[in-house]
């Protein structure tokens, strides 16, 4: 069964970079045709789809947060991760990584197994 496990600082200072990583245990995250994506919900809010990178290293990333998000991956390890850049106040949130099976990319129910989220606060 697979598992994923979010790492990573709990605390960032605005107009830091947010780096995340994913550990994914029990799949590989180049096994076709999963794809991995990293999810949000600030307080408050509602889940907020980040962006996901394939199988094949391909990444897909939300049109509002394309300017300053990325998605990578380390498969010797099988993590993947999220850099979020130029933070603000707004971009506390709980952080997810999940697997996504099929459907479209930005839709929550495509995602079968979730991390357990870790929270991030910004602040100086």
């Known amino acids: 069964q697979v598992q994923l496990q979010e790492s990573g600082p709990g605390l960032v200072k605005p107009s830091q970079t947010l780096s995340l990583t994913c550990t994914v245990s029990g799949g590989s995250i180049t096994t076709s045709f999963y794809s991995w994506g990293w999810i949000r919900q600030p307080p408050g809010k509602g889940l907020e789809w980040m962006g996901v990178?394939?199988?094949?290293?391909?990444?897909y990333i939300s049109p509002s947060l394309k300017s300053r998000t990325s998605i990578s991956r380390d498969t010797p390890k099988n993590q993947f991760s999220l850099q979020l850049d130029s933070v603000t106040p707004e971009d506390a949130a709980v952080y997810y990584c999940a697997r996504r099976l099929a459907g479209p990319v930005g839709w929550l129910t495509a995602y079968d197994f979730w991390g357990q989220g870790t929270l991030v606060t910004v602040s100086s």
């Open positions: 990178i394939g199988y094949d290293g391909t990444t």
